[in-house]
């Protein structure tokens, strides 16, 4: 189903954007996007939705944008997958991508585009995370928002022709996590730099995490693990060895930190459920990111089962 798939040669800019049981917010995201001091006329807003089971399909149909809005739905095959159909898609020369829980200011689309008049850059735009979906814009830069990413896809942009060039996005990469980072790499070594634009900001929203969000985190960090794996496969470096904490140093860290499974351990159950109740955020969230942490590692240790010699000889 498309919104409009009208043939305008004028279309410059192509925002694309893959999205998974995103209804609670893909209106925000969207209709910030179709409401820009870029010229209307002169860029197309693709959403790619990747098999949600949410109303997601009957939230984008009621927006209505003065750009081009435009509505493709595929089977769950993955963000590598969505994207691509979506870059297929595209008629702009411009490719921004950004994800289904980015939040943008009226300038954004500007800001990207005012750094594309010299060929071969990627723009990558600034991102900001924060809770609060109402009023995201008052957010400050924080210190764990710094990225140094060459390539993620969270606010980034880059001119249609490399992304072809490279061959578009691993569909390898099924699950969670690294298939823009693994882009990345083939973009650099095509010698493409990265210009960073602190004005082209999307807001992350990102909600606190309670107890009954761990279950999901947990599973979608194994995932990440899973992926980075793959990744290091793929790219078997020293610099990707990093990026993914593949390497017996974190694997050490990760048995100190977690000598048990804390999941399943009663006193550590306890001591969260007293922690939530007395909104003691900073504690909760930091014994969750332990515990998401240790779900990342056993998700590499998963897919590492029978790679052991192929790892162990990278490392010597």
């Given at each position: 189903?498309?919104?409009?798939?009208?043939?305008?040669?004028?279309?410059?800019?192509?925002?694309?954007?893959?999205?998974?049981?995103?209804?609670?917010?893909?209106?925000?995201?969207?209709?910030?996007?179709?409401?820009?001091?870029?010229?209307?006329?002169?860029?197309?807003?693709?959403?790619?939705?990747?098999?949600?089971?949410?109303?997601?399909?009957?939230?984008?149909?009621?927006?209505?944008?003065?750009?081009?809005?435009?509505?493709?739905?595929?089977?769950?095959?993955?963000?590598?997958?969505?994207?691509?159909?979506?870059?297929?898609?595209?008629?702009?020369?411009?490719?921004?991508?950004?994800?289904?829980?980015?939040?943008?200011?009226?300038?954004?689309?500007?800001?990207?585009?005012?750094?594309?008049?010299?060929?071969?850059?990627?723009?990558?735009?600034?991102?900001?995370?924060?809770?609060?979906?109402?009023?995201p814009f008052g957010e400050k830069?924080?210190?764990?928002?710094?990225?140094?990413?060459?390539?993620?896809t969270g606010n980034v942009s880059?001119?249609?022709?490399?992304?072809?060039?490279?061959?578009?996005?691993?569909?390898?990469?099924?699950?969670?996590?690294?298939?823009?980072?693994?882009?990345?790499?083939?973009?650099?070594?095509?010698?493409?730099?990265?210009?960073?634009?602190?004005?082209?900001?999307?807001?992350?929203?990102?909600?606190?995490?309670?107890?009954?969000?761990?279950?999901?985190?947990?599973?979608?960090?194994?995932?990440?693990?899973?992926?980075?794996?793959?990744?290091?496969?793929?790219?078997?470096?020293?610099?990707?060895?990093?990026?993914?904490?593949?390497?017996?140093?974190?694997?050490?860290?990760?048995?100190?930190?977690?000598?048990?499974?804390?999941?399943?351990?009663?006193?550590?159950?306890?001591?969260?459920?007293?922690?939530?109740?007395?909104?003691?955020?900073?504690?909760?969230?930091?014994?969750?990111?332990?515990?998401?942490?240790?779900?990342?590692?056993?998700?590499?240790?998963?897919?590492?089962?029978?790679?052991?010699?192929?790892?162990?000889?990278?490392?010597?």
């Amino acid at each position: 189903m498309n919104k409009s798939d009208k043939d305008n040669k004028n279309i410059e800019v192509s925002v694309i954007i893959p999205t998974y049981n995103r209804a609670y917010i893909i209106e925000k995201v969207v209709k910030n996007l179709a409401n820009q001091t870029y010229p209307p006329d002169k860029y197309e807003v693709i959403i790619v939705d990747d098999g949600s089971t949410d109303n997601t399909q009957e939230v984008v149909s009621s927006i209505s944008a003065p750009c081009d809005l435009r509505y493709f739905k595929q089977e769950n095959k993955g963000a590598s997958c969505a994207r691509n159909y979506g870059i297929k898609k595209a008629r702009g020369e411009i490719v921004i991508f950004v994800d289904s829980d980015i939040l943008v200011t009226p300038s954004f689309i500007k800001e990207h585009l005012s750094c594309h008049k010299e060929d071969g850059v990627i723009v990558r735009g600034a991102i900001i995370n924060t809770d609060n979906i109402d009023n995201p814009f008052g957010e400050k830069m924080k210190l764990g928002d710094l990225s140094f990413a060459f390539f993620a896809t969270g606010n980034v942009s880059i001119r249609k022709k490399y992304l072809f060039k490279v061959g578009l996005f691993d569909e390898d990469f099924k699950e969670y996590g690294w298939e823009d980072l693994e882009l990345g790499l083939r973009l650099k070594r095509e010698g493409l730099k990265v210009i960073t634009n602190k004005n082209a900001i999307g807001y992350h929203y990102r909600k606190k995490a309670t107890l009954a969000d761990l279950p999901a985190l947990c599973a979608k960090e194994r995932m990440r693990g899973r992926m980075a794996v793959l990744f290091y496969r793929k790219h078997p470096t020293l610099e990707v060895k990093l990026m993914t904490h593949i390497s017996s140093f974190f694997f050490i860290l990760d048995r100190f930190l977690n000598p048990v499974d804390w999941r399943n351990t009663r006193w550590i159950g306890d001591l969260l459920l007293r922690l939530e109740k007395r909104n003691s955020h900073f504690l909760l969230g930091l014994l969750i990111k332990i515990i998401t942490s240790h779900c990342y590692i056993s998700g590499v240790r998963e897919a590492l089962k029978g790679e052991e010699d192929f790892f162990r000889r990278k490392e010597g």
